[in-house]
């Protein structure tokens, strides 16, 4: 299944089956970009990044694309598992607005979007 | 040792109260952030300190108040909060603000104001 991660979307997969969870970025200077699994009650748990010099990295079980052209980025989950049911979070390192050029630089996370994984 | 560790883990504080939120690492880290998350909202920045200084204050109330006592350490002062406040709040590090690596959250802090 797939989603389109603007207004935290649920994406709802069968177990064994993948799943890709779709993130629109905002900035073309960014550079760096994270995705980030939380569960509830916890904070953040890195999962995967991608530099944009590069337009595809894999992990374990995990694949992120990177589409500069049309700002887009993609996680991909293979055969998922009740264990990956969590809110998912794109994340891009910029210079939030009236710190540009200055070198300081943080995480801007993405409206998120949550993957419900279905025994 | 991949841990940010934050205390209190739960907190409720009246509208008159002075409390703090604490936020350690021994990753070697130079920077520090702290974020604030509602409920099914992605988190918020709100402050970031690079080598123990001030790099980034995203326009923050000043019922807020960060502070940095030394590289291990980040600690957010509260006071006179509003019940809008209550919320998840964060704290990441990272090797540093310019590098691309990424950055580690720890549980955080779950604020409830009265």
């Known amino acids: 299944g797939e989603s389109v991660g603007l207004h935290l979307p649920t994406l709802s997969v069968q177990e064994g089956d993948n799943s890709i969870i779709n993130c629109a970025y905002s900035n073309s200077a960014s550079d760096y970009f994270i995705w980030y699994k939380q569960e509830s009650g916890k904070g953040p748990q890195f999962i995967i990044d991608?530099?944009?010099?590069?337009d595809k990295r894999q992990g374990q079980r995990v694949t992120v694309l990177l589409n500069k052209t049309v700002k887009h980025l993609s996680l991909q989950i293979a055969a998922t598992q009740p264990g990956d049911s969590a809110v998912y979070f794109c994340?891009?390192?910029?210079?939030?607005?009236?710190?540009?050029?200055?070198?300081?630089?943080?995480?801007?996370f993405g409206s998120g979007t949550r993957l419900q994984v279905q025994p | 040792d991949t841990e940010v560790t934050q205390t209190p883990k739960h907190l409720v504080m009246g509208m008159t109260n002075k409390k703090s939120l604490k936020c350690e690492q021994h990753?070697?880290?130079?920077?520090m952030y702290w974020y604030k998350q509602k409920a099914k909202k992605p988190p918020e920045l709100m402050f970031v300190y690079s080598y123990e200084k001030l790099s980034i204050n995203e326009s923050v109330p000043s019922r807020f108040s960060p502070e940095c006592p030394n590289s291990s350490l980040l600690n957010l002062h509260l006071h006179a909060l509003q019940p809008e406040d209550s919320a998840l709040y964060l704290c990441a590090s990272s090797q540093e603000t310019a590098m691309n690596t990424e950055a580690f959250f720890g549980q955080g802090t779950r604020l409830t104001v009265v």
């Open positions: 990753m070697g880290h130079r920077a």
């Open positions: 994340a891009e390192k910029i210079s939030p607005p009236g710190w540009q050029g200055t070198g300081r630089r943080a995480l801007t």
């Open positions: 991608i530099r944009s010099n590069m």
